[in-house]
């Protein structure tokens, strides 16, 4: 029997959907903690997160949901757990040791599962918190074969996300398909601006005032996935591309920090190429 | 018979809340265009913004809902109309100009009944967008004396909200007891930080890096009202306190008319000395 | 003879400069209420923007900063005056209204000769301002045969600065070459994100967390200008595209004003396609 | 001889002192990497930092503007060398942790002498950086003894600034005169506002909508010593004071970390009780 889950349903908008959900809550003599709804009117999507609390049995109403609005909803009851990751990296620490600190502090709702890197130099940062850390170089090897070999070790592994903490490598699409909706991404610019390689060199070369960071899903369509967080800094002329570099460090890793938790915490519902965040 | 409204609920916390309101809605087959709830742990408040389209009599639905959660229950079913508001100012144009402009582009759904200042120099700012200007001026009157004609004054007009745009004059508590929960105020920095007199004088003395406005509802004590939107904006030690006056001002009226538009979109409820912005 | 001056200073950068030219500040007996210096490392160019008081002759104080300096630098010894300037606009009164409230006010430094607009709609709020309105319309003409009566119009006046106030139309490059490094436009987004038509709706589209505005000088490339000033505004899920495009509006006035303060204080150095913001 | 170095100057302003100093540094055969001065019109004082690089004794160097500028200006001629800091902490490990990364990664110009606790929860994090932790327990002593015995301690290190990162301890005057000018603290909210204890809470019970947090110089007057850096957060009223808290450890480590690093790199000048920050 379950006391507690977070209740989240995804699907077609349609009349009476509060009301069949709120009157199984109430015949469940639930608690709802705390409730948010959104109908997309373009998509004509509704999404719901709901916290409940009770005596209950997750399964049976999960059942119940399914049978009151329809089989084709996404619904989940979601019971308390924490959830694995894994944490993808190249060389840069900044966002991969706040992830590091806040799992220390508790404040992540995950177990660190591991940190692949394609360098070695974050191997001590790494290790010092007792964590797995596996180096995949690249050296002398293919894009394709390379991938194989982190798809091959990503196989000994259970997890939820995936978190590129800064993995300057590219994805191709097969290594995306097989984690689609699991892999999020941190973008150092305030996306759609700067796509692609040295986003901070093109800031600085159009001469920007403001630079930011953009948390996302990956899709196939490099920087172009979900966006689930994004966040700026002011820059001004006496900032050259390093220094901008420097300040949007702060961005990049509390914005890839905060969409880690609101992940984790099941705040985020992707609807489309957005996301919708209660 | 109505065919959209605003339906507002606030009252003590209890199970089923949200199926027993959803469930007359569904009866009354209405759609639901947005929906929003949240509930006050701490004072066991429940509190309910329902956007709802279709074909009913709001008394009714009113009436309904009262029945099904209790009578104690504060409930609205607000049809679309535009409030009115009355202006109180003294001498500064930007707040009352940044409503003004508003007002004439369609952006309020307000209609401004006047504007009352103790100074006159507005009168020409007011006049040229036809809107009555009234000038109580304070010269040579007590507090209690001028406050007497304003109060005289007001009462030839019928409205919602008195929106405060810098009137730069205390509110004695009779004042404000006569008009409770209607009066907005734009406070020129960020509460509880300066309370009280030329605020960019103390934040330049103080040495602060950021500077600040908080629209708030007034109350008997003085600048502190339920908080209703806050903003703010970075300076630096090249600004002496007349710059960050300058600076603040923008802040000041974007941050007010924010403010109004939240209210009269009934967005806002006060839960005791705090808000709850939907 | 002068008592008060901005120095304005752009050239290529050598050691020396700053002894050189303070040193004639000091042989006039000038003080320097407040000076500002950069060096850009990249196009080696040297800024510079000094005020000072004294009693001196503007010309000669010239002279000899050129003198000493080199004569291929531009220097400009500017004594207080109003600048003019003039507005372009089509239909949305709230960059425009919020230049008329600040100029009422006395904020800008500036005169405003007129509001030249393709649309009439706007015509009761600017004469409101004892402020000229000029409606050339478009309809039923080439851009080329429209911008003709546009730039017929324009030279009956004598201005400083040219101010898109959300003008909606494409300048060709032929008007933009005639007055060069004199337009300021308001583009509603971040730039570079969202180039071109209607980006709210591309914002909308994209999903993105945060919108903005940019106030920018034109060039020939459409929304490719020097950038003066951005800000943002941070949106959500419930934002469809219009509500996107009002939330935008109270970042676009402002940041528009903000780059026109600026302007007008001789504040901005255009530096090859970026600007350096004393 | 130098080749490089920070040359930050402090006194009463005076006519002259420009050209003066930088007359100077041309007969030094300098190049003026960066400068910035600034006159502050109350206190009638003058600020100057400028980086210079060449071929030069940097004692000589100070001695010829000393003569120049007069005895009793401050002058320092700060050759490049990391500075050395001492940190203070409790039991959150954010701030600290924040800094340790940075640290790691070469972004901070500075050694790390050792950590400090009045708890010991944070020893195992600092060891795995190979810092030294000592925890000086105040169980059973009073405020008096337990700060001689942190006294003592430091007094094996030598260090430029002391760092409080969430040290959650009362300091008392005679501490603090020991290292005038020395000591950085942050504060959880944002200053003036939510002076003393807990100010999450209070900043709940207020009702805010933005929250804040405020690194500054420790002086007697607790939490009123010159601020070097802000920031905010947006919060809203599903937030707790426990929600405040989180989203505020955020804005605190990156306020206190952009403040050291603006003191390690010698850009930031007390002015009386304010800041002036390059």
């Known amino acids: 029997m379950a006391s507690r889950a977070r209740v989240l349903i995804d699907c077609i908008d349609k009349k009476g959907l509060v009301y069949k959900i709120s009157k199984i809550f109430y015949e469940f003599d639930l608690n709802i903690v705390s409730n948010q709804e959104f109908v997309d009117k373009e998509s004509r999507h509704f999404f719901m997160r709901s916290v409940v609390t009770g005596d209950f049995d997750a399964q049976e109403l999960k059942n119940k949901i399914l049978n009151a609005i329809g089989d084709d909803a996404k619904v989940k009851v979601a019971e308390p757990r924490k959830k694995n990751i894994i944490l993808l990296a190249t060389k840069e620490s900044h966002a991969l040791g ?4 806040r799992h220390l502090d508790g404040e992540l709702d995950a177990n660190i599962a591991g940190v692949i890197a394609n360098r070695d130099n974050l191997k001590t940062l790494v290790e010092r918190f007792n964590i797995p850390f596996i180096c995949i170089s690249a050296d002398g090897l293919s894009r394709q074969e390379h991938e194989e070999l982190v798809l091959k070790e990503l196989e000994k592994y259970s997890f939820d996300y995936m978190v590129l903490a800064k993995y300057m490598r590219i994805l191709t699409p097969n290594f995306v ?3 689609k909706g699991k892999i999020i991404n941190i973008h150092h610019s305030f996306l759609p601006a700067f796509i692609g390689a040295n986003p901070y060199k093109q800031a600085y070369e159009r001469g920007v005032k403001i630079i930011g960071a953009t948390a996302h899903f990956v899709t196939d369509d490099l920087d172009e996935g979900p966006i689930i967080a994004q966040d700026v800094i002011a820059v001004n002329h006496r900032y050259d591309w390093k220094d ?5 460090r702060d961005v990049e890793k509390v914005v890839l920090s905060r969409a880690l938790k609101l992940v984790l915490e099941d705040r985020v519902f992707v609807n489309n190429n957005k996301t919708v965040v209660f």
Do not use: P, S
């Open 98 to 101: 706040d992830i590091l600190i």
């Open 244 to 248: 901008m570099q420097r300040a949007g």
């Open 177 to 179: 398909a097989k984690y």
